[in-house]
């Protein structure tokens, strides 16, 4: 097995009462974040939840903010689907939530688990420019886009 990578997040509380992240297990890949403060998200409308934590992340790294699996059978999204913290954010880390589930709203009470954060490393990426879309590369997809690997 690989050897997993060790990275530094410095953070600060907002909040006195902002609860540092934490794994539901030593292999977990996402680090819970838990809501500051009690919060209603309206049925097909969003809100944005304090966790009253800023964090610090090293350069070359991002956060990717998850919906937990829990709250999403319930019916809750994130309206972009996967947020991404910029290594460069130092404000407060807000989720972003839409309802979708059953009834008028969805009450998030103070403390509870909603979403998580992960850790990816960011390449740097250089842009090569060529002259024609043949100059790409053939592959055995080629222009095959939505749809076109699967099987239905």
Not at 15 to 33: F, K, M, R, V, Y
Request: aromatic fraction near 6%; include cysteine; charged fraction near 20%.
């Amino acid at each position: 097995m690989p050897e997993r990578a060790n990275i530094r997040v410095g953070f600060t509380k907002l909040d006195s009462e902002a609860n540092l992240p934490t794994q539901g297990s030593t292999e977990a890949a996402g680090w819970d974040l838990r809501a500051l403060e009690d919060t209603v998200v309206p049925k097909q409308g969003t809100a944005k939840i304090k966790t009253g934590l800023a964090i610090a992340i090293p350069s070359g790294w991002e956060g990717q903010i998850r919906c937990r699996s829990s709250l999403g059978a319930k019916g809750m999204i994130l309206p972009n689907g996967v947020g991404t913290i910029d290594s460069d954010y130092r404000g407060e880390l807000m989720i972003l939530a839409t309802w979708i589930g059953p009834g008028e709203s969805f009450h998030i009470t103070k403390g509870e688990r909603v979403a998580q954060i992960l850790f990816a490393p960011v390449p740097e990426v250089t842009w090569i420019e060529v002259g024609s879309v043949d100059e790409l590369g053939n592959t055995q997809r080629g222009e095959g886009g939505f749809g076109s690997t699967g099987k239905y």
